[in-house]
């Protein structure tokens, strides 16, 4: 299993701001997945981010509120910019195992006041 | 749409009191259906993979079952240290690699 950091653990930011949130992995990846979690719900896929390619983001997500970069095969980044208190969640990076099985990090915690 | 439903929302068991958790799901094409653990404050940790409907994945006091509509995680003689958020997901068969998760079963084994 691969072993993922993330940057920070925990934020609390002011409304209208932007956060970048970093996410390290042990070893090269192919994919890498962004999740949030907000209180009490389960995790909902924010976008797939491949190494040299564009993200694919899911139905509700955008790309103006949520850039991800991806400039190698170990790390990637997730920004979420001018935020709103409905933005307050658990961001997860994740990458798949070898047989399909995805791998997480410990989480973003994010309030937005 | 792939859909994933968990039952119960919420478990409280005594110590040594065996029981189990359901997850339905409707999906196109199933590659893989995944337990994981989840404990407050940090990120799913991965359980099981079940592939096919009657294969079943045990780990420790953990058994995780597969048919083609439901997955079943049973817990036996549970320990208060197997208290968590177990969540269920599935991996359709279509090519798309995203996992779509269950809302999850809170689990608390009292002493």
């Known amino acids: 299993s691969a072993v993922i950091s993330q940057k920070p653990s925990r934020d609390i930011c002011q409304r209208g701001t932007s956060l970048t949130i970093q996410c390290q992995v042990d070893?090269?990846?192919?994919?890498m997945f962004w999740y949030r979690q907000q209180p009490g719900q389960s995790l909902t896929l924010i976008a797939t981010?491949?190494?040299?390619?564009?993200?694919?983001?899911e139905s509700g997500f955008v790309i103006d509120k949520f850039p991800i970069s991806r400039p190698n095969l170990t790390f990637s980044t997730l920004t979420v910019s001018n935020m709103s208190p409905e933005d307050s969640s658990i961001y997860l990076c994740?990458?798949?195992?070898?047989?399909?099985?995805?791998?997480f990090g410990p989480g973003t915690r994010l309030t937005v006041l | 749409e792939d859909q994933v439903t968990q039952s119960p929302e919420a478990l409280r068991l005594q110590e040594g009191e065996s029981s189990s958790l359901n997850c339905s799901y409707t999906?196109?094409?199933?590659?893989?259906l995944f337990w994981y653990r989840q404990d407050p404050g940090k990120g799913p940790e991965f359980l099981f993979t079940?592939?096919?409907a009657g294969e079943e994945k045990e780990k420790e006091r953990l058994k995780a079952t597969l048919t083609k509509k439901e997955s079943f995680l049973h817990i036996t003689a549970p320990k208060p240290e197997d208290s968590a958020t177990y969540l269920c997901?599935?991996?359709?068969?279509?090519?798309?690699?995203?996992?779509?998760f269950g809302s999850g079963t809170r689990l608390q084994v009292q002493p």
């Open positions: 994740s990458v798949e195992g070898r047989v399909g099985e995805q791998f």
């Open positions: 070893s090269q990846v192919t994919m």
């Open positions: 981010a491949n190494q040299g390619s564009e993200a694919t983001y």
């Open positions: 999906v196109s094409g199933l590659r893989g």
């Open positions: 079940l592939y096919s």
């Open positions: 997901a599935v991996q359709a068969g279509t090519g798309r690699r995203a996992l779509t």
